[in-house]
């Protein structure tokens, strides 16, 4: 079940995670009890989801996040809307961002 | 389209180079970082397939230690030990293996091998206390000679209980 997430929700990205852009591509490592396990989980991003994580300084609202989304990339207001809220409940829902 | 999406990675996509930068990058976040090592370099203390876990330096490295550094030649992540030092540079070479890497300075160095898990099981042989012995006798060029008369020795009781022991070249480790 996807938790939920609403517009005027705050999130920032979990000290838990560690990530960098190798070789082309955007890497999150999740920090699980002190450990980064190559084995079990590393993720990537696409451009698209990299924006939204570059986003989550915690002080911008997902709303005014889908404003400035709305002028970098094409969609709609809906589309861009529902793409930002299933994003972020799933990494909310691995645990790699936090809510403010 | 926007469409975000995050991606889960299998550890086989990764080149050299970038599980060079993944280690750099969680080590200098402090954290430990797990991972799988390939190659006979370090055998018969570390073998392929073995799970490794690598630990920023929390004090100088020291002798015995299995250091994780970017290989001076090969330019790919190594696991070898230390069996040498001058000062802050220290002398690597894997215990399997004929030819010393070189002398590096402790910057270069990321880590060590702080755990070991063989088949789900933990290793502790060549972490210990006696990793200094064994830096010892690879400095000596004694440890390889003396890990084959040992093997030697005591394969017609291995064979008995159906343990299989490999005498493979030495190769790069990662």
Wanted: glycine share 6%; with cysteine.
């Amino acid at each position: 079940m996807q938790e939920q997430v609403n517009m005027d929700d705050i999130f920032t990205q979990s000290e838990d995670v560690v990530s960098r852009e190798i070789e082309g591509e955007y890497i999150l490592v999740p920090i699980t009890a002190g450990i980064g396990d190559m084995e079990d989980e590393i993720y990537s991003l696409n451009p698209a989801g990299r924006a939204i994580w570059d986003k989550l300084d915690g002080q911008k609202s997902l709303n005014t996040i889908k404003e400035e989304l709305l002028d970098e990339f094409e969609g709609t207001e809906k589309e861009i809307k529902d793409d930002v809220t299933g994003f972020i409940s799933e990494l909310y829902q691995r645990k790699m961002v936090n809510r403010v | 389209m926007f469409d975000p999406s995050i991606r889960e990675e299998s550890a086989q996509e990764f080149s050299e180079q970038a599980v060079l930068q993944l280690v750099d990058t969680v080590l200098k976040k402090n954290a430990l970082f797990r991972m799988r090592a390939h190659g006979w370099s370090m055998f018969p203390f570390i073998r392929d397939q073995d799970i490794v876990t690598i630990a920023p330096f929390i004090e100088p490295p020291k002798i015995g230690d299995i250091a994780v550094f970017k290989h001076p030649a090969y330019h790919c992540l190594a696991i070898h030990r230390i069996v040498g030092r001058y000062g802050d540079f220290y002398l690597l070479r894997g215990d399997n293996s004929r030819q010393y890497d070189g002398w590096l300075h402790s910057e270069k160095i990321f880590g060590k091998v702080s755990d070991l898990k063989r088949k789900n099981k933990k290793v502790n042989l060549g972490l210990g206390i006696e990793r200094f012995m064994i830096a010892m006798l690879s400095r000596m060029e004694m440890l390889i000679e003396m890990r084959k008369s040992l093997l030697y020795f005591l394969r017609p009781f291995l064979k008995r209980r159906g343990v299989s022991i490999s005498l493979k070249k030495s190769t790069r480790l990662l």
